[in-house]
């Protein structure tokens, strides 16, 4: 009695899929070729069901993929977003949500108290744009600082600063929160400067950007300031108490003991 080494037709399949780097196609290829065999599909619909598994795997693979180099700080979405609940009117919200602002490389300044929903909100619009198919670079100002630092010593900032514009839409999220080093100062009018005109820049601050001349010196304020919102939508939240402490006093903020 013999046994046959010779692999069967599914398995050449599989293993053509492998070398041809077709991950998805191949994931799925044997139940849909089963399902293809029992219920008499057309060829061409089994192999219309596969390509398209490969391409709905490779969308899912570059939006995880643009969402893990944004570099967004918790994973907020829009899916927990309370429209309702927050101070920025619901016509303005929704034509954020629209993304056409980025797509016209205007920039967004959102100002306003601690705990309005800013970051949010924020996050959860770089969270539509990866899903929308664009680029996003998540930062704070101290970040931003970092760049300058690591570049300096080689002289390459002007190139680190150029590979951030690369992405459709930066975001810089919680200026003012912190006093502004020189190093943030100077990483953050050289984003605003390269960024202008030629990709969309959003920020969230505590202060007015008009008050900026508060966090690091006025000249460079001015000038940084001035390419900011001369293509910029400027939303202002208010509030007198923090989501998060409403949501920490009614016991939202954990999940309950025991």
């Given at each position: ?7 069967s ?20 290829a044997?139940?849909v070729?089963a ?5 008499r ?5 089994a ?14 693979a ?29 016509p ?6 629209t ?11 959102l ?16 969270s ?21 630092r690591?570049h300096?010593?080689?002289d390459?900032?002007?190139k ?26 100077e990483a ?13 820049v959003a ?5 007015h ?7 690091m010196?006025k ?10 919102l ?10 007198d108490?923090?989501?998060?402490l409403?949501?920490a006093?009614?016991?939202k903020g954990?999940?309950p003991?025991?």
């Amino acid at each position: 009695m013999s046994t046959s080494l010779e692999a069967s037709p599914l398995e050449e399949v599989e293993a053509h899929l492998r070398r041809l780097r077709l991950p998805y196609l191949r994931s799925a290829a044997r139940d849909v070729l089963a399902t293809a065999k029992a219920q008499r599909w057309d060829p061409a619909e089994a192999l219309r069901v596969l390509l398209a598994e490969e391409v709905a795997g490779r969308d899912r693979a570059m939006v995880a993929n643009r969402r893990r180099t944004a570099g967004f700080p918790s994973g907020k979405s829009f899916e927990a977003w309370d429209e309702k609940a927050s101070s920025i009117p619901a016509p303005t919200q929704r034509a954020l949500r629209t993304l056409e602002w980025v797509e016209r490389r205007e920039n967004l300044a959102l100002c306003g108290p601690s705990g309005t929903g800013k970051s949010h909100f924020l996050e959860a619009i770089g969270s539509a744009a990866v899903e929308r198919g664009l680029k996003v670079s998540w930062f704070s100002l101290e970040s931003l600082g970092a760049v300058i630092r690591r570049h300096r010593a080689d002289d390459s900032v002007g190139k680190a600063i150029a590979r951030i514009c690369r992405a459709d839409l930066v975001v810089v999220d919680d200026i003012g929160m912190l006093p502004v080093g020189a190093e943030a100062a100077e990483a953050f009018y050289r984003l605003i400067d390269a960024a202008y005109e030629r990709r969309s820049v959003a920020v969230s601050s505590n202060l007015h950007p008009a008050g900026f001349d508060e966090l690091m010196p006025k000249t460079l304020a001015t000038a940084t300031v001035d390419r900011l919102l001369h293509h910029a939508h400027v939303v202002v939240t208010e509030g007198d108490k923090s989501f998060r402490l409403a949501e920490a006093t009614s016991g939202k903020g954990v999940v309950p003991l025991g």
